[in-house]
């Protein structure tokens, strides 16, 4: 790592180290909105082109190039480690991952089997690749957490309540903590890869993990993704880690090892660094849909997340979770804007 890409912006913050302004990249950065994306990925399954070095490489400077953000994000997706060790899934536009053959027994959770580097040597590629290409510009590595991994596996497909996971999580705990165990050790490898490969930050994607109680987050999601963040330990990069509706999982989320915790939108980020403890940063939280409301808003928002983020030890500016389709390019170009003049020390 060259002193510059050390020095940046939003590897300091994460570090919890003072910075002349807040750093701000927004997840789902990639794709998405872009014309750009959309040109580049005609007649190119989602899949396929996370399996095409130059094609990853192209999607994740796009939105560095539009908005000059202050880090990149390895386009690819959650579902990606999974399909590489021959699990029959896809992506189905609109929908999302599509699992063909459910994991509902044992003989299925045996089935997963660890990563190799060479399952994924695409990744390695494109993240050489763009290392290159971005220089003093942080690059994002990231995988699916173990419960976000598994809702998709257990319900086939996206689920509004994981009904069918849960029934697995409390009827059947042993089978429940093998599939997590090999998720874990899925998750862990797909990171490690990426940072051998050269990216400088890795976010851990707990999507739905909301629904979860903290009781039972304790019980049967936190021995899992604490191995995972105690397994990057010595890697040291800076280690996010988000979920969505996580208001009453902050503190754990926190115990769970991470540098950097993302918050949604439900908590303002005062009340999250009190909720999440000290020795931590904090990422977010604009309401994505506030982008789709008059600029005022936007500004004014936007303005309060900077104010409310200067009270915990670090902040990154994002969203509460990801860009939502129907953004407008140029309302997230405005909003970079605003945040690195407003944030100004
Ligand atoms: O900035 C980026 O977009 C980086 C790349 C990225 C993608 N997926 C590309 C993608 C990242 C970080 C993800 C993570 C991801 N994938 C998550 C966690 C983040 C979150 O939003 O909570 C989850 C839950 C998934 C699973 C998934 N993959 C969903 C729910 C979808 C959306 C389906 C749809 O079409 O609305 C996908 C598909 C997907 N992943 C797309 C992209 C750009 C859209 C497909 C396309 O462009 O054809």
New binding site residues.
């Given amino acids: 790592m060259t002193p510059e890409l050390a020095d940046s912006l939003f590897l300091r913050a994460c570090r919890r180290r003072p910075v002349s302004r807040t750093p701000v990249w927004f ?6 909105s872009l014309p750009e994306y959309r040109a580049v ?1 005609q007649g190119v399954p ?1 899949l396929t082109a996370c399996a095409t070095p130059d094609l990853i490489a192209e999607v994740t400077m796009q939105p560095v190039r539009r908005y000059g953000v202050d880090a990149a ?1 390895l ?5 990606v480690p999974l399909k590489a060790i021959g699990i029959d899934l896809d ?1 189905k ?5 599509v699992v063909a053959d459910p994991i509902r027994d044992a003989a299925a959770v045996e089935a997963l089997r660890p990563i190799e580097p060479g399952d994924v040597s695409y990744v390695t590629e494109a993240v050489r690749a763009l290392t290159g290409e971005l220089g003093a510009t942080p690059l994002i590595g ?1 995988a ?1 957490a173990p419960f ?1 991994l598994a809702s998709y596996l257990v319900e086939g497909g ?1 689920s509004k309540n994981h009904d069918r996971t849960k029934a697995m999580m409390y009827g059947e705990p042993r089978l429940w903590h093998a599939l997590m165990d090999r998720l874990t050790t899925i998750a862990l490898g797909f990171l490690r890869v990426q940072i051998a490969a050269g990216v400088s930050a890795v976010q851990l ?1 707990d ?1 739905w993990v909301g629904a979860v109680a903290p009781d039972d987050y304790r019980e049967f999601v936190l021995p899992h993704t604490r191995r995972i963040f105690d397994g990057l330990a010595e890697a040291g990069v800076p280690r996010i880690h988000f979920g ?1 509706g996580t208001g009453e999982l902050l503190g754990l989320l926190g115990e769970a090892g991470a540098d950097v915790v993302g918050v949604d939108w439900r908590v303002p980020l005062d009340e999250a660094a009190r909720r999440v403890g000290p020795g931590r940063a904090l990422q977010g939280n604009l309401d994505p849909a506030v982008l789709l409301a008059p600029w005022e808003v936007v500004e004014r928002r936007a303005a309060d997340v900077l104010a409310r983020g200067a009270k915990a030890e670090g902040h990154v500016f994002n969203l509460g ?2 860009v939502l ?1 129907g953004t407008d390019p140029d309302r997230l170009a405005r909003l970079t804007d605003f945040v690195r003049e407003a944030s100004a020390r």
């Fill in positions: 997840m789902r950065q990639a794709g998405r990925r989602m994000i386009f690819s997706d959650i579902v992506i536009p609109g929908v999302g991952p990231f699916g976000t996206p994607f999507s969505v979770h990801g389709p």
